[in-house]
């Protein structure tokens, strides 16, 4: 009788998922109207969304007219409304980690957090006409007509320069080897211009393009390029300086416009749509593009979504169409996007956000949102090194200079050496304090005996305002209570943790490396967990660090230690608000 209870129960189950397969074709394969449809849900927001909604992890973020950062779940629900420091410029970007930088109509640049806490803000020399462009080691760069500077992490400017008029129709884009192309309003004969800048502020080349570029975007190989005559190009660098890799030859069907996604580059024209392999320019496919005047797309986990003013449609890299919509000609609406739930979200001019669904969710929705990673550059060092013969590398007037200008800014050209030397320095000492010693070699290592000079390398490095990427690993690899000491204060004076390495390298510390005597080294530990939570903001960094905390709760530590981290537990909480 159980046999065949469960036999009834398997078909069932077979034929309910058989239906809803039916369910899900027959909902994907016609048009959706929306025209008569009610959205899914409404979200009513404190004034219009000033700008394209920017993908982050957790959804979507935009600047709204009401002086307003707005955050949104993948669903495109409304998380959070917080305050920017005065009235937006109608643009936002995603930083690494989820880290948000913006510009007031005054100029004046501000960050905020994961959660949308401002942590800096700075009034810009000219009118910011862009987004900020983030570098690979948590610099950023804004552009006016005739300049551009470069902000650290905390907010100090490390260098600004002057240009001839710029194009600001195509924005600043970063090459393959962290340097950026800045393209100018002068042209040669009809083609476009562009300067090649360090990201230390250098002019390293001017590039004349083969003709007029409307569109630049970056991906892993370098910029790619779109131009007026419909071809596509992708401009690369090397030892050498630039160089054109591969272009893509399709002429009389006006300019593409360029998406870049997994190591491919969608170039969408009005009529057609191709797959390009972004290494060689090779084409992966071709198909007919449905959406007339379209001004929108973006990739997902379904595909690529285009979208026009009256109509949208989402489309496999082969061609087939995952669903397709029409839309309603009496709504008036500003912005539109596409989350990988299924839902085609618009900005309404009535401050509200509303929501259609466009595929039945039967399953967990893969995440098309890929993390901007952060690395340092790619420095080459060819000083002197650290010895007993030298002394040194950084004496004490060059650590002195450093620290002075790493606080005030403006250090220009120097910083290249500067970085590339303290890069030098703590490559060695990491591998003095990592490396096994010789048995048979009774003096110990350089750095191993130089324990005040360590110190000072990596104060110099929590306060360049840049990621050099070696804390985390010297936090877990060493034991000496002294550098232990400086490396956990260090941790909380950078406070950028992008992949959450340094919090998690301070809980092995505190329950592997301390005692209940070490009492300035747990308070350390507490101000550091403090300060990285408040400075990246994701709601994981506020879990573990309460962790971190609580376990300092725990018997062995005394009142003192207890009582301390009860009163950073408060403080983290109400960071968290």
């Not at 397709?324 to 500003?334: G, L, T, V």
């Not at 209940?516 to 408040?534: G, P």
């Amino acid at each position: 009788m159980k046999n065949l209870s469960r036999k009834i129960y398997i078909m069932i189950f077979f034929i309910v998922k058989i239906l809803l397969l039916s369910a899900q074709n027959s909902f994907t394969s016609q048009e959706i109207d929306f025209t008569n449809e009610k959205p899914s849900f409404v979200s009513v927001l404190g004034g219009n969304i000033l700008c394209q909604p920017v993908k982050t992890s957790y959804g979507y973020i935009a600047a709204g007219d009401g002086k307003q950062i707005l955050g949104f779940s993948k669903l495109g629900k409304l998380l959070w409304q917080r305050a920017a420091p005065g009235r937006l410029k109608p643009f936002v970007t995603e930083g690494p980690a989820d880290l948000i930088y913006g510009a007031t109509t005054d100029s004046t640049l501000f960050m905020m957090n994961s959660s949308g806490l401002v942590l800096w803000t700075q009034k810009s020399d000219f009118s910011i006409e862009e987004a900020p462009l983030c570098g690979k080691d948590g610099r950023i760069f804004i552009r006016g007509i005739n300049g551009i500077s470069c902000y650290g992490l905390k907010g100090v400017k490390r260098w600004q320069i002057e240009t001839e008029e710029q194009n600001i129709s195509i924005p600043l884009v970063a090459l393959n080897d962290g340097t950026i192309l800045a393209f100018l309003s002068r042209t040669h004969d009809g083609k476009s211009i562009a300067k090649r800048i360090s990201p230390f502020g250098i002019e390293k080349e001017e590039i004349i393009f083969a003709g007029q570029v409307l569109q630049a975007v970056s991906c892993k190989e370098g910029v790619a390029l779109a131009f007026s005559d419909g071809s596509i190009g992708l401009c690369s660098v090397n030892e050498n300086g630039s160089y054109s890799k591969w272009t893509f030859l399709k002429k009389d069907s006006g300019a593409a416009k360029l998406s870049e996604f997994s190591g491919k580059l969608a170039a969408i024209y009005k009529n057609s749509v191709y797959y390009l392999n972004e290494k060689t320019g090779g084409k992966i496919s071709e198909f007919q593009n449905g959406v007339q005047n379209f001004f929108y797309s973006e990739h997902t986990s379904q595909g690529l979504v285009i979208c026009g003013a009256y109509n949208g449609v989402c489309y496999k890299e082969d061609g087939t169409i995952s669903w397709k919509a029409k839309f309603s000609p009496q709504k008036k609406w500003n912005f539109v996007f596409a989350s990988d739930s299924g839902y085609l979200i618009f900005c309404m001019s009535n401050w509200a956000l509303e929501a259609f669904q466009t595929r039945l969710n039967f399953s967990k929705s893969q995440d098309s949102f890929i993390e901007k990673k952060v690395s340092p550059y790619s420095y080459k060092y060819s000083g002197i090194k650290s010895d007993d013969f030298s002394g040194r590398a950084i004496n004490e007037n060059l650590e002195s200079q450093m620290k002075e200008k790493f606080s005030q800014g403006n250090f220009g050209t120097e910083e290249e050496n500067w970085n590339s030397l303290i890069q030098s320095e703590i490559d060695f000492l990491y591998n003095d304090w990592t490396k096994t010693e010789n048995l048979f070699y009774n003096e110990k290592p350089y750095f191993k005996r130089n324990i005040e000079y360590c110190q000072k390398l990596i104060e110099l490095e929590s306060e360049s305002g840049i990621y050099f990427g070696k804390l985390s690993s010297l936090l877990k690899k060493t034991s000496d209570t002294s550098l232990l000491l400086c490396l956990v204060r260090a941790a909380g004076k950078s406070s950028f943790d992008p992949q959450g390495e340094l919090l998690s390298s301070i809980e092995i510390i505190l329950k592997t490396k301390t005692s209940k005597n070490d009492k300035k080294l747990l308070q350390e530990i507490a101000d550091s967990t403090y300060e990285i939570c408040r400075f990246m903001g994701r709601p994981s960094f506020f879990r573990k660090g309460q962790e971190i905390l609580k376990y300092m709760l725990y018997p062995q530590f005394d009142k003192e230690t207890k009582d301390y981290a009860l009163k950073t537990l408060d403080k983290i909480i109400e960071a968290q608000l």
